[in-house]
């Protein structure tokens, strides 16, 4: 099974400042017939289900707020945000699904 | 609109079989790329895959619970069933299930349902 790994695990960053979360895979989830990555990132608001933000690595999930983006290929990826709001306190997680699924432990992003 | 929601015990003992059924709306388990899956998540802890059921009826499960999970359909019931045998303490946790699709994954989740495992 490939294995997400996430760091780090907890960050705190002032509001309006950046937000970088990162995420390695053990083994490559591009896809090379499409030349896509199959990399989701989810975030979890306490008590809630999880959100998509963003799949194939890098494109935003219909009425996410583009100051969350994806960067990255074959193994390492990263989700930013640009601009950190009240409202993004939360856990955030990696998810590959180019094989069997699996996700990274979170990263509890707070304000300072 | 794509709606999921769980159901099933909220407590279970040791050694038991835990039957999670879940009930979705706004799609078709035949539409083509199209899965629904089950997540779990202890208190406190991370999201964990444990299956999914495609629009062909394949099926896929994590492979450390492999033998201890079975995912079916009902296509008239619009209805995906998750059976987990022989259920532990640390079993314990909010379970999920979501749609999915072979583009954007697990894009819609059910409200979860939290099951306890205890004597």
């Known amino acids: 099974d490939i294995v997400m790994t996430q760091s780090p695990a907890s960050l705190a960053v002032s509001l309006g400042e950046r937000a970088t979360i990162n995420c390695k895979s053990s083994q490559s989830v591009l896809y090379s017939s499409n030349n896509k990555n199959y990399l989701a990132w989810y975030q979890q608001k306490p008590g809630q289900s999880p959100k998509l933000l963003i799949y194939w690595a890098s494109t935003r999930e219909s009425g996410v707020p583009d100051r969350f983006s994806g960067s990255g290929s074959g193994t390492d990826f990263t989700l930013t945000i640009s601009s950190l709001q009240a409202e993004d306190v939360a856990v955030y997680y990696c998810h590959q699904y180019y094989s069997l699924p699996t996700f990274g432990q979170g990263t509890r992003v707070e304000i300072k | 609109q794509i709606t999921l929601k769980e159901s099933g015990p909220t407590l279970v003992k040791p050694t038991q079989t835990l039957t999670l059924t879940c009930t979705f709306s706004?799609?078709?388990?035949?539409?083509?790329?199209?899965?629904v899956g089950w997540i779990r998540q202890p208190p406190g802890k991370a999201l964990e895959w444990l299956a999914v059921?495609?629009?062909?009826?394949?099926?896929r499960y994590m492979s450390s619970l492999k033998n201890r999970l079975t995912i079916t359909r009902d296509i008239s019931k619009n209805q995906v069933v998750l059976t987990v045998t022989n259920m532990d303490p640390v079993d314990t946790a909010t379970y999920f299930c979501?749609?999915?699709?072979?583009?954007?994954?697990?894009?819609?989740w059910g409200q979860g349902t939290m099951v306890t495992v205890s004597s």
């Open positions: 059921i495609y629009w062909d009826d394949d099926k």
């Open positions: 979501a749609h999915y699709t072979t583009v954007n994954a697990f894009d819609i």
């Open positions: 706004g799609f078709s388990l035949t539409t083509n790329e199209v899965g």
